[in-house]
């Protein structure tokens, strides 16, 4: 059975080697460290959420191509199972549950979050909209300059191509994430 750490080496390979760039060319434009990508490369790094979007940014690919997903008839993720990936700077965790298949660009996430640290994140590709619906908990989300307080039940949508933002208000808060990117 292939680690998650195996799936995104391959696939970073494998979308770099696509674009046509250098490791040092696709770390600048993704502001990390090229021994950083390199690790990730070999299957030896550890990336955060923040990592894999600005990587996925930089290569113009959605970011369900840098998890690689089966596409099994029937898949069940089952609460604590899947490929959990942190932020760096919340505590705030997705776990991609569906990607979006060839000529679909549309991933749904489980997002576990802590107060703390808000999760603000950079503009996504181009024409992303982000729909959340709030399972457990409280939260302010939606763009960094007008987020709204969302209660369990509550559902918003916003542009992920402009700065936003998920901050955790109570613990234990829970939600799915659908990410589209208009085509």
Do not use: C
Request: proline share 7%.
């Amino acid at each position: 059975m292939t680690t998650p750490q195996e799936f995104i080496a391959a696939a970073l390979l494998r979308e770099r080697t696509k674009a046509g760039l250098t490791i040092t060319e696709l770390a600048r434009q993704a502001g990390i460290g090229k021994s950083t990508l390199s690790l990730l490369e070999t299957g030896s790094g550890n990336p955060s959420l923040e990592t894999l979007w600005a990587l996925a940014t930089a290569l113009g690919i959605p970011f369900w191509r840098l998890v690689e997903p089966s596409l099994d008839d029937v898949t069940v993720i089952r609460l604590g199972e899947g490929n959990r990936i942190q932020a760096e700077d919340s505590h705030y965790a997705g776990t991609l549950l569906s990607a979006g298949t060839r000529g679909v660009r549309r991933d749904i996430y489980r997002v576990e979050a802590e107060p703390g640290p808000a999760r603000r994140s950079t503009p996504h590709t181009a024409g992303t909209i982000e729909h959340v619906t709030l399972i457990a908990g409280k939260a302010l989300v939606g763009p960094l300059n007008e987020p709204l307080e969302l209660h369990p039940g509550d559902y918003i949508s916003y542009r992920g191509d402009q700065p936003h933002i998920f901050d955790a208000l109570e613990p234990g808060t829970i939600a799915t994430l659908v990410s589209e990117t208009l085509l």
